[in-house]
């Protein structure tokens, strides 16, 4: 197995991308070690928000609401997964496991945010952000979730099981073209180009094509257990929890209501569905999600 670094010439025209590098080592296993990318702005004495992507995107996703953030007194903290971005990649789909993300953004996160902080997340960035909440309650001040679950088994949907089977065989795996059908607005050929760029060839894809098949929605699958066992904290996670979830996404826009109920913290909150925002909502809405967030971080007394 190699572990692919990221060419810095495919990130050089990145549009609307002004963040400074940073860089934190990670335990891979088996004797790896991988460099972690994230992005790092706002004071660093500020109240922290982690800002975790998904499948098959990076920070690049968040750099509409990063602005409003930091300019709302937020310190933004949003790391590119191992597999995606500018993070290293292993080019072995058979390496990525549920509890390996898992473990490598919570190595991340307690090397570089080890304070309590508040969470956005979206698809697998709730997959492992809901995760970890539920495993640390404590270590978490407020939560808001848009277009994700945290899933326990169960009957997929076709349009799920559609997606695993495409991202698994398709021999077309074109990332940019992927994110631009999965929002209700359109994206710039720029736009386009920067989803691609962490991924140069086949070999680095392997990350991406790994994911949808990691998702524990059937019976039996790796994660149900520890999602189960996650789950009696996320429930009892008092703190204020919002879902504010694209409507226009065919696989995940139906998911909010099993937070709301289960979540202590979802209870009379102003959640919502957003109109014109598919599965990508931090493109369509970016703006609403960024102050979803302000107001969030308010109610919960740190901002």
Not at 30 to 51: I, N, Q
Not at 71 to 79: K, Q, T, Y
Request: proline share 8%.
């Amino acid at each position: 197995m190699q572990i692919i670094k990221h060419d810095p010439a495919r990130f050089a025209e990145i549009p609307d991308y002004p963040f400074a590098e940073n860089w934190q080592a990670v335990d891979l296993g088996e004797g790896l070690t991988g460099r972690m990318h994230y992005v790092d702005e706002g004071p660093k004495d500020a109240p922290a928000v982690l800002l975790f992507h998904g499948e098959p995107s990076w920070s690049f996703l968040y750099r509409k609401m990063i602005p409003v953030l930091v300019d709302a007194g937020l310190r933004c903290l949003a790391p590119d997964l191992i597999g995606f971005g500018k993070s290293d990649k292993p080019d072995d789909i058979g390496f990525y496991t549920y509890d390996r993300h898992v473990s490598w953004l919570s190595q991340w996160r307690d090397a570089v945010v080890p304070q309590d902080a508040g969470l956005f997340c979206q698809d697998w960035g709730g997959l492992l952000g809901l995760r970890m909440v539920g495993e640390a309650p404590h270590r978490f001040q407020y939560v808001v979730a848009s277009n994700t679950f945290l899933p326990t088994g169960g009957t997929p949907s076709p349009a799920f099981l559609a997606w695993r089977e495409f991202a698994k065989s398709s021999p077309e795996f074109q990332i940019g073209e992927l994110l631009q059908r999965a929002t209700a607005t359109e994206r710039t050929v720029a736009e386009i180009a920067a989803y691609d760029a962490p991924f140069p060839d086949e070999p680095s894809k392997a990350g991406a094509r790994a994911f949808p098949a990691l998702v524990p929605v059937e019976d039996g699958m790796d994660g149900i257990e520890q999602n189960k066992a996650a789950w009696k904290g996320l429930a009892g996670f008092d703190k204020p929890f919002l879902t504010l979830f694209g409507e226009d996404d065919p696989v995940t826009g139906g998911l909010a209501q099993p937070l709301i109920d289960k979540i202590e913290g979802a209870k009379d909150q102003p959640h919502g569905m957003l109109s014109t925002c598919g599965h990508f909502c931090q493109e369509d809405r970016p703006v609403e999600l960024a102050q979803a967030v302000i107001d969030t971080a308010k109610k919960a007394g740190v901002l």
